[in-house]
């Protein structure tokens, strides 16, 4: 079925690890271990085969040492942290972001989230992803900028 949200732990990760390092300007470069840890440790690790899209999600309990998980751990008591969402190239306007957010928000309410983080680069700007995460009620609560000399806007949404 065309566009079906899968569990990536059910996915072959090689052409996610793909989709992910394509963008590592707007995230981060991962190796394949690190994205297997990342997955294992996710609350939310769902993505569309193959590869056109996927986001990981952390809740506030998890091992997870980036620094912008931490500003959010260090603020709030309870919340889901939206690590990344990528959509390749070929697969935007489709509303593929949109339908992983919405069926993660319903993964997190009913986990007894009310609080869902994520940052967005303010520099580099990200335009697109400042005007996806308006469109869908995140608010701007906080700016760092990072030792990789990156400046992120921090984010939250109330569900």
Request: glycine share 8%.
């Amino acid at each position: 079925m065309p566009n079906t949200i899968s569990d990536l732990s059910t996915l072959d990760l090689d052409p996610v690890l793909a989709l992910n390092n394509a963008h590592e300007k707007e995230t981060s470069r991962l190796e394949l271990g690190t994205l297997e840890s990342m997955i294992g440790g996710a609350f939310y690790a769902r993505g569309v085969a193959p590869a056109k899209a996927f986001l990981l999600c952390f809740e506030e309990t998890a091992a997870y040492t980036s620094p912008n998980f931490i500003w959010f751990k260090d603020r709030y008591p309870r919340f889901a942290y939206i690590d990344r969402i990528i959509t390749g190239k070929e697969a935007r306007g489709q509303g593929l972001a949109r339908a992983l957010y919405e069926d993660m928000f319903n993964h997190a309410r009913e986990r007894g989230h009310t609080v869902v983080a994520c940052e967005v680069n303010a520099d580099p700007p990200n335009p697109g992803s400042d005007a996806f995460h308006a469109k869908l009620g995140f608010e701007h609560v906080g700016t760092a900028t990072l030792a990789n000399g990156k400046t992120v806007r921090y984010l939250t949404k109330t569900l």
